[in-house]
């Protein structure tokens, strides 16, 4: 009796699109991609055995664009029909790798006495944040960065911290002196009244420690300030030991 033949097993009907969508990645890069297509190849690493056109399409209708889709959250993220846990956690992880690396490229052993150096040092930190974040760089008697110390983060337009805390971790790093940083997510590079009254209380705090601020800087996504260069950075009066403007 002749055995029954075998049969291969079909082949998924998106398979060759994946795999011409990825020749085309390695033969014209990431940029010859549409959104959405950058989005559906995202989705491949998560969901192996699926059509993630749909998918894709979907993140780009409620999010409204590609950049908007990689700056959610992933709960945001979970509620797009398709999106599970994992993919949601890919999508939402591309940002920090993009920052982690951002970090790690700059050099830390530099001077930054100048406020273009301290703009380009202090702007990876703020790399896809979609709320405000608050940065001490301690730093020696040369300027030069000891550590970055992530003293609070907040709402998209607001951001408290607690004062001891901050105090606390600057004078474990042995600093001298030490630069503030902030984002504006959605602001102007301006310092509002409110940077004023906080920049001032941080100035005192740790002026009464020995440790000079040299100046405040806020990031926006396109721009960047400096208090110090502005003429508006409080220092402190160690004599009277009070802060001056």
């Given at each position: 009796m002749?055995?029954?033949?075998?049969?291969?097993?079909s082949k998924?009907?998106?398979?060759?699109?994946?795999?011409r969508?990825?020749?085309?990645v390695q033969?014209?890069?990431?940029?010859?991609?549409a959104?959405h297509?950058?989005?559906?190849?995202?989705?491949?690493f998560?969901?192996?055995?699926?059509?993630?056109?749909p998918?894709?399409?979907a993140?780009?209708?409620?999010?409204g664009s590609?950049?908007?889709v990689?700056?959610?959250?992933?709960?945001?993220?979970?509620?797009?029909?398709?999106?599970?846990?994992?993919s949601?956690?890919?999508?939402?992880?591309?940002l920090g790798?993009?920052r982690?690396?951002?970090?790690?490229k700059r050099?830390r052993?530099?001077?930054?006495?100048?406020t273009?150096q301290?703009?380009e040092?202090v702007?990876?930190?703020?790399f896809g944040?979609?709320?405000e974040a608050l940065?001490?760089i301690?730093m020696?008697d040369?300027?030069?960065?000891?550590r970055?110390?992530?003293?609070?983060?907040g709402l998209?337009?607001?951001?408290?911290?607690?004062?001891?805390r901050?105090?606390?971790a600057?004078?474990?790093?042995?600093?001298t002196?030490?630069?503030?940083?902030?984002n504006?997510?959605?602001?102007?590079?301006?310092?509002?009244?409110?940077?004023?009254?906080?920049?001032?209380?941080?100035?005192?705090?740790?002026?009464?420690?020995g440790i000079?601020?040299l100046?405040?800087?806020i990031?926006?996504?396109?721009?960047a300030?400096?208090?110090?260069?502005?003429?508006r950075?409080?220092?402190?009066?160690?004599?009277n030991q009070?802060?001056c403007?």
């Open positions: 002749p055995e029954p033949k075998q049969t291969k097993p998924p009907i998106h398979a060759d699109h994946r795999a969508m990825q020749a085309r033969r014209d890069g990431l940029e010859s991609l959104e297509e950058a989005l559906e190849y995202l989705l491949f998560a969901i192996p055995r699926k059509n993630t056109n998918i894709a399409h993140l780009i209708q409620r999010f590609f950049c908007a990689l700056e959610a959250g992933e709960e945001e993220l979970a509620q797009v029909e398709g999106v599970g846990p994992a949601a956690r890919l999508i939402h992880g591309v790798f993009a982690y690396y951002s970090l790690h050099g052993r530099v001077s930054l006495k100048q273009e301290a703009v040092y702007r990876p930190l703020f944040l979609q709320q940065y001490l301690a020696d040369h300027c030069t960065p000891l970055d110390i992530r003293v609070a983060e998209p337009n607001k951001v408290t911290f607690d004062i001891n901050l105090a606390r600057a004078v474990a790093t042995g600093c002196c030490a630069l503030l940083a902030h504006h997510p959605s602001g102007l590079a301006a310092a509002s009244e409110a940077d004023f009254a906080a920049t001032a209380q941080i100035v005192k705090a740790l002026g009464l420690l000079d601020v100046d405040h800087i990031i926006t996504a396109g721009d300030c400096s208090m110090r260069q502005s003429g950075m409080p220092h402190y009066d160690p004599y009070q802060v403007y």
